[in-house]
């Protein structure tokens, strides 16, 4: 089931608040309750869909187990078997779970080498991830881009100029435009 904004910043907020409780609890035993509680929370908020919410609203929950920042932020290729079912779970988006696009466009996105004519073609999928470390590094996204913006912004450029992004991807001119 998916949350609207609204329900979700509902969630987010009481996690938030729990979690600056938490921070600020000295006694061990209130603090531990308050784990306990927080992970609850937090277990709820991640049974839902959340591939509307977007990123921007995702990005300053403190997750647990850091997995969705993993993921994210690194440029490793992504590996599903690596990850628990409920760490896969949680971050449906990210693995692409019940998404309906080719195979090897899945491929390229957990290999990190995703084309930014597939990201438009299926920028309906893609949409709350920040794709930055999901494009063909260097050649589909320059690493000054990487290095002075924060992540997401990039591909806001490549939607509002996709006829232009897309026809340099085809052409294979996209290094040449970004260096």
Known sequence: MKLTIDEFKNKKKKLLNLKKEIDHESNINLKNNYLVMYSGLEDDLFSYDLSDIPYEELKDISFENKIREEILFNDEKIEMNKYSKKDIIKNKDLFLINEDIPE???????????SVEDFIKYQDVFKNIAIDNFLLNEVEIPLT??????????QKVILKYQDFFSELSRRRDLIIFNY
């Open 104 to 114: 090897d466009v899945k491929k390229d996105y957990f290999a990190r080498s995703l």
């Open 145 to 154: 881009v990487k290095e002075n913006y924060k992540p997401g912004e990039y």
